[in-house]
C-alpha cells in the first residue's frame, strides 16, 4: 500500500484484495480445488500485481521475482514458489495459462469484466493508462475495449457461468456507445 504510485488508480490494492483475491476464492471454491490448491491460488492471486511497486510494464516478471525472492522464507518449497510464479506470468496480456491454478488466477484477474462495477474500474483503468502508458482518445479506448470485451474468453467453466453474460451486456453497451459516437 505504501509503495504503489498513486497514479495506479486500477491496478492498486483494492484491485487485489476486493477484485481478485475474492473471485479465486469463489472460482477455486466452484472448480473444486483441494485446500492446498486454493491456498496456492490466492497466493498466486495476492502476487499477481505485486510487481508493479517496481515497474509498471514487466509488472508480472517483477512480480513474479519478488516471489521467488520472498515465498521461501515463509516456508513455501521450490515447486510451490514455481506454482506461485507461473500464476503470475500467466495474467500478462493476452494471458497464457497452462494449468487449472493458472485459469483460475488469469480469470479472477479479469472478474471485473462481468461484474456491476465494470465501467467504474474500467474508467480507472482509463485514467491510469492514460497516465502510466500514454494519452489515448476516449473514442480510440472505447474501441479497443469493445475489441477487447468481444475477443475475451473465460478459461474457466465457473468464471463463463458467473460473469459471461453480464460482460456479454457490458459489451453490448459499449458498442452501442460507440455506434453512437458517445465518449
Partial sequence: A????????YHNLWHTQHGVM???????????????ERSLALLGAAYHDLGFVQTYRGHEAA???LARQM?????????QVGRVC???LATHLPQSPANRLEAIVCDADLDVLGREDFFAQNDALYRETCALVAPVTPQDWL???????AA?????GAAEALRQPAKKAHLAA?????ERKEV
Avoid: C
Fill in 22 to 36: 475474492p473471485a479465486v476464492a469463489v472460482l477455486s471454491q466452484a472448480e473444486g480445488l483441494s485446500a492446498e
Fill in 86 to 88: 507461473g500464476m503470475v
Fill in 174 to 178: 459499449l458498442q452501442e456507445k460507440l
Fill in 71 to 79: 515465498l521461501p522464507g515463509f516456508g513455501f518449497d521450490p515447486e
Fill in 2 to 9: 505504501r509503495e504503489l504510485s498513486p497514479l495506479l488508480t
Fill in 152 to 156: 475475451h474468453q473465460y478459461f474457466t
Fill in 143 to 149: 474501441l479497443g475495449q469493445v475489441q477487447f470485451l
Fill in 63 to 65: 512480480g513474479a521475482e
